[in-house]
């Protein structure tokens, strides 16, 4: 499964982006095999949870530290995930990266199998 992520860029604190990851390559698989997540890395530091939303899209999970302002949201029929990000902040600067899991759930890293390239979020204050 090869993923791109897309939609990163600069932003002013409070303001809004909204990421995308299209999926490809699932050799006849369906979208809805994986669940998918968000996750990033900011310098210097490792890889985090941000989000993760489950095969069907009923089931949703967020850090804390972005609850109520992250949005997750899939359309398997068009093999893309998206990541709404409002009122974001400085702290959210970072590479957002989407990975792609056949395990039932996944808050880790370990647990997904597949990786896009990364999308820069930079928030200015």
């Known amino acids: 499964v090869q993923l791109q992520a897309s939609g990163g860029g600069l932003v002013q604190a409070g303001g809004s982006l909204r990421l995308s990851c299209a999926a490809s390559?699932?050799?006849?698989?369906?979208?809805?095999?994986?669940?998918m997540g968000w996750f990033r890395q900011a310098p210097g530091k490792e890889r985090e949870f941000v989000a993760v939303?489950?095969?069907?899209?009923?089931?949703?999970d967020y850090a804390d530290s972005v609850k109520g302002r992250f949005t997750i949201a899939r359309d398997n029929a068009k093999y893309t995930v998206f990541l709404q990000m409002n009122s974001l902040k400085p702290e959210d600067t970072a590479v957002y990266y989407c990975?792609?899991?056949?395990?039932?759930?996944?808050?880790?890293?370990?647990?997904?199998?597949?990786w896009g390239q990364g999308t820069q979020v930079t928030v200015s204050s």
């Open positions: 990975g792609s899991g056949r395990a039932y759930w996944g808050r880790t890293p370990d647990e997904y199998d597949y």
């Open positions: 390559g699932a050799s006849g698989r369906s979208l809805s095999s994986y669940v």
């Open positions: 939303i489950s095969r069907s899209g009923g089931d949703t």
